[in-house]
């Protein structure tokens, strides 16, 4: 696994490795309030250069990037197409063509207005904790695993692993809805007893295919055994 660094070395490490990808994701930053807003203006995600197009297991278009700093860390991501505006607007009219006759009919204006706001919240709803627009696993040398999922309104769930209590990155088997699937997770030991205390897993959205969590397996055990070697991120600064 590598050797372990003091909490010293651990930040500067983690600084270090974190600071290509926090100036790549900079721009993908949006505010609570005005992320939703963002999001469907864009469309779609902005590809990084050498970014790679492909299919999800249920045939979703999705875009691959991968982000390595000299065997000190390394990231990838997986990002889906970004929420459709005319979509949205189309079930705002469905359900507007549906109340107006009724409210018109029953004379009960405040219908229609309920039925605004119920669209609007589910809306609000869908893009802060539903539409995942993407997710990322960043493994660094001596240091640990940090998992981070992105929603289409801009709120960003992140879960750092310190390296002593990362046991290894698998590739596990699953079945859902009587298919067999493939998904890459992480295992956290118990320092306790020594034993197995979660598996974590990694693009639940997304869900890539088998050749493309065989690539950020490979990846991933490749930093996983190296050594972390400061004076490479000092020469880089």
């Known amino acids: 696994m590598g050797a372990v660094l003091t909490g010293r070395e651990r930040n500067y490490h983690y600084n270090c490795a974190l600071g290509s990808t926090r100036a790549a994701n900079r721009q993908?930053?949006?505010?609570?309030?005005?992320?939703?807003?963002?999001?469907?203006?864009?469309?779609?995600?902005?590809e990084e250069p050498g970014a790679?197009?492909?299919?999800?297991?249920?045939?979703?278009?999705?875009?691959?990037?991968?982000?390595?700093?000299?065997g000190l860390s390394i990231e990838y991501t997986l990002s889906s197409p970004g929420v459709s505006l005319s979509s949205l607007l189309?079930?705002?009219?469905?359900?507007?063509?549906?109340?107006?006759?009724?409210?018109?009919?029953?004379?009960?204006?405040a219908l229609l207005a309920s039925a605004t706001v119920i669209v609007m919240l589910g809306i609000l709803v869908y893009l802060h904790w539903i539409r995942v627009q993407h997710e990322s696993i960043l493994v660094i040398s001596g240091t640990g695993v940090q998992l981070s999922t992105c929603f289409a309104?801009?709120?960003?769930?992140?879960?750092?692993?310190?390296?002593?209590?990362?046991?290894d990155i698998v590739i596990n088997e699953g079945i859902h809805r009587q298919a067999v699937i493939y998904y890459l997770c992480v295992l956290v030991r118990n320092n306790q007893k020594n034993g197995l205390k979660a598996i974590l897993p990694v693009f639940l959205a997304a869900r890539p295919r088998l050749d493309c969590l065989r690539k950020?397996?490979?990846g991933c055990q490749e930093i996983l055994h190296t050594e972390p070697n400061i004076s490479t991120c000092v020469m880089d600064r």
């Open 52 to 70: 790679t197009r492909m299919a999800s297991c249920r045939g979703d278009p999705l875009v691959f990037s991968e982000r390595k700093q000299h």
């Open 90 to 109: 189309c079930c705002t009219l469905a359900v507007w063509t549906v109340t107006y006759p009724v409210s018109t009919y029953a004379q009960a204006p």
């Open 28 to 46: 993908l930053a949006w505010t609570p309030i005005l992320g939703s807003f963002g999001t469907l203006r864009r469309g779609r995600r902005m």
């Open 153 to 167: 309104s801009g709120r960003c769930d992140t879960h750092f692993i310190e390296m002593d209590v990362v046991q």
């Open 216 to 218: 950020v397996y490979r």
